[in-house]
């Protein structure tokens, strides 16, 4: 997957609940289903034009909430951080108290 | 601090950036700062009315992301199991590891 595509896939996650009905409707076929400019058109009855004036305007909108709010940024560094709280946990040798660190270290991967 | 004035604290710490600059002063004024409204419309020169409708809409806002991205429910529940961590942390006997982990734990506690 290009770099591109990647990263409005995850600016996406994080921010859809931002985004209209319609903006999430184009940006879902778009980046997760592969849909063409022209076949979101076909299937809104609308131009290829107006479709991709919409997506562009949303990577905009996308892009500015991760500049003010740094989401995607801070997962990665957490995302960083948990991977090595991991590797330390597995050098622990009492394993109760192993067992415990492994499964708070997993609860806070299903925070983000 | 009331409850409501402490939830807006931390509404306003997590969604500030998302606010216009005038209503990231009102906002500052009255709830960091403890102005009152009629205080705020002398410094603005804008009638009490006019600052009050500002920061309810202001507060219904904060409300609206929060039910949207959940950045401090999140952050809520993060700092508990972040809590739970070092708790274990302190458990750790090799104190080599204990040490590394107290310091990952100190970085990710720091991104929120």
Redesign the interface.
Known sequence: MLEKTMRMNYLYDF?Q??LTPKQKSYMSLYYLDDYSLGEIADEYEVSRQAVYDNIKRTEAMLEE?EA??L?FE?AQ??SL??N??GN??D????KH?QQ??IE??A??EK?D
Chains 1, 2 share one sequence.
């Open positions: 921010y609940s931002l909430y003010k709010l989401l801070k560094q957490r951080l948990l090595k709280l330390l946990a050098e622990v040798s009492d108290v415990q660190l708070t270290i609860s806070l925070l």
